[in-house]
């Protein structure tokens, strides 16, 4: 268990290192950030970590993404074309980000504003709705 994690810790910080070194790599080029606006999207919402670590999803899942998110992992959800957005708590009010955590391996839909910088892309949650 205390290795399963191990690897888990080291994964995140193997993807949001090569993530910081695309940026660091693409310095100096123009790479503003694109807000596409208010939307609704619909998905699964996943732990990023056991997501990208070991493609971890579904509602096999579900126990260890809550854990997971609980914990403190990025949240992230696979939506229904296959894009998979950053999940992003607003500034102003986080709690429909926190409320989103309950739904860790389950079918959500999420409003908010999409954006995107440097191949992220990422999604405000300023509402969410199980299905």
Not at 23 to 48: C, I, K, Q, S, Y
Not at 74 to 85: H, I, K, N, R, S
Not at 109 to 124: D, M, N, P, R
């Amino acid at each position: 268990m205390a290795r399963s994690k191990t690897i888990l810790a080291a994964m995140t910080v193997l993807v949001v290192l090569a993530g910081l070194g695309n940026v660091l790599a693409n310095e100096g080029e123009e790479h503003a950030a694109t807000h596409e606006g208010a939307t609704t999207v619909r998905g699964e919402v996943l732990d990023m970590a056991c997501y990208l670590g070991h493609e971890a999803k579904g509602p096999e899942h579900a126990g260890c993404a809550k854990r997971c998110v609980k914990g403190g992992q990025p949240m992230g959800l696979l939506a229904e074309d296959g894009t998979v957005y950053l999940l992003l708590a607003s500034h102003e009010d986080g709690s429909a980000y926190e409320k989103t955590k309950e739904h860790a391996g389950e079918r959500v839909e999420i409003t908010g504003v999409v954006s995107s910088q440097a191949g992220f892309k990422g999604l405000e949650v300023d509402g969410v709705k199980p299905l």
